[in-house]
């Protein structure tokens, strides 16, 4: 057999402009000289080295998200959302520091909050982000940085966005903001003085539930290196295949956002008309404990989610979820499919039922991720759930 080098052609460079951005698997990418990877690594070239600390597909998606968030600084995609607020807790915070997080984060950072930042003597105390004075209560010298949703999950409550960013400033705390659930469509924590924003992209960015991801961007570039830093170290960073289809999903995420949300509020009021329907929760809704500043700060927009509670118990939810099959019962939300959630069974299940009684989350609550599908349709497939519940209780 004739001797022959693995690549004998070099490396192939395409003749045409491909519409799509190329899927780009290499790990690791050759350079012609030590001379020019020096520049690469102080900065004087653009060029990557070894996918772990970077590669295109990410680099295409973020400067998508950056442009979006109005981000001040290139942002960097991460394997997760959880990566996310990983690589700013960690890349930000050193032993001694004291975290505060908004007490209705999303379960898994709350469970950093309580658990892993103690452990590595990281302090952390929760509080409620609708009001800014209980924020203010648990700052302290050594307070680093807070951080908060827009949205909670699942009682949709609006986090006083504008007054803790101004408490920040003053106190020379840094923000971070997870814009997950508002999206930048609804709202850029950027513009309200937030240091960090980021993003579980895996759902309604990417949109689409087939890839885990995602972003974050700080706005001075001292915080962005030290993020980067931490994420490219501990090995946070995605896979091309994700980013190129996460920017497959981007592509259409307006129209999604657009559709999800007029059909949300639709079935907002559809659900608060129903006679076994208790309550509903919606931004826009009079009822909404945080109605005006919803208005102020989503601009008279609402978001495609919608809890509502059943007059009920285990049972009754039972009973709605069986009857109501069409919609698919699963724990994620902003995918493209309607996606039904019920946290005293799933995300909420940890807390004790008076834990559960104190947030308002009976087993008769539900929360709603409004997909895609023709509203009438939807509609229709609630009702023979609702209508379902009570009948052999
Ligand atoms: C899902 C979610 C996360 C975590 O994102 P993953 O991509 O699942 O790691 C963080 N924050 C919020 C608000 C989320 O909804």
Redesign the pocket.
Known sequence: MKPTLIRPGGLSQSASTSLVTPLMPSVAYASETPDQLDDQYEGRAQGYTYAREGHPNADVLARRIDAMEDAPQPGMMVG????A?TAVLLGLCKAGDHVVGGDQ??G??LRMMRDDLPRLEIDTTLADPTDVQAVEKALRPETRLVLI?VVS?PTLRIADLAGIADLCRARDVLLVV?N??TTPRAVQPFAFGADVVLH????LLAGHSDV???WVAARASGHAKAIYDFAVTTGLTPSPFDCWLAERGLMSFDLRFDRAETTAARLAEHLGQHPKVKRVLYPTRPDHPDRARAQGLLKGRGCNMVSFELDGTRAAANAFTKAADRIAFAP??GDVGTTLSHPASSSHRALSSDQRAAMGLSEGFFRVSVGLEDPDALFSVFDAGLAAVGENA
Request: net charge neutral; no cysteine.
């Open positions: 997760s959302g959880m990566a607020v984060l999303y898994r950072s949703e999950n997870d997950t659930f579980s992209v895996t759902k885990t991801l995602g994620t939300l």
